[in-house]
């Protein structure tokens, strides 16, 4: 079983629709989480980083974290075409700079 | 500022060839990364320096794979000889201390061993 699980999609929605994007976890140590969008041929890109649990929200996206249920989710609200891209989740352990990625949620946004 | 740079951006080899990959870290970052990327799965940690140390190279086949980070600035990433199963794309990403840990990746080299 992986660390990091992620469902790879793809998902399809139409413009201004709600995307729900989510991760689970087994590793009880992990205690930061973020959320890397990443283009074709592109290198990943960090939309949203957060420590505790609860929701950040940042424009369009929130980020929710459940340490309890090992659950993190990332919404994005009012979809945009040029939201279109894979979304990977990635989470670490306090104290280690190693990242551990879910597989990556490919998401298109229909005009 | 400039991002992380890579090169080559695509590589096209026959197996058992050499081939080697170049990384631009952002300047002052100290922490340097090499990531796998196969396709449709999410990057893994091959190695990581701080500054010219490798300090994480436990998942680095080191059978075929060899990296160096000279003066703890640019990065290479060598594979000798080079599988089937190398095909992927080869991400660089440096961090600062400064930076809450964010990690910033360059654009990737894309490996094909025909």
């Known amino acids: 079983q992986k660390e990091v699980e992620q469902d790879p999609g793809p998902l399809s929605v139409p413009e201004g629709a709600i995307v729900s994007l989510n991760c689970t976890y087994s590793n009880s140590a992990f205690q930061y989480f973020m959320w890397y969008r990443q283009y074709s041929r592109k290198g990943p890109e960090l939309l949203m980083y957060t420590y505790s649990s609860g929701n950040k929200e940042d424009g369009r996206f929130t980020a929710q974290v459940d340490k309890s249920s090992k659950y993190i989710s990332l919404f994005i609200r009012d979809s945009q075409p040029s939201d279109s891209a894979t979304y990977l989740c990635?989470?670490?352990?306090?104290?280690?700079?190693?990242?551990?990625f879910g597989t990556g949620t490919r998401l298109t946004i229909i005009p | 500022e400039a991002g992380v740079v890579q090169s080559p951006r695509y590589k096209i080899i026959e197996k058992k060839q050499p081939v080697a990959f170049w990384c631009n870290p952002i300047s002052g970052h100290n922490t340097l990364y090499w990531y796998l990327q196969n396709l449709g799965q999410g990057p893994e940690l091959l190695i990581r320096y701080e500054n010219e140390e490798a300090v994480d190279d436990s998942q680095l086949p080191k059978d075929r794979f060899s990296a160096e980070r000279l003066k703890g600035v640019d990065s290479t990433l060598k594979i000798q000889p080079a599988e089937l199963g190398d095909s992927a794309v080869y991400l660089c990403?440096?961090?600062?201390?400064?930076?809450?840990?964010?990690?910033?990746f360059g654009e990737g080299s894309r490996l094909t061993v025909l």
């Open positions: 990635a989470m670490k352990i306090s104290g280690n700079e190693k990242l551990t």
């Open positions: 990403a440096s961090s600062s201390r400064l930076n809450t840990g964010e990690l910033f």
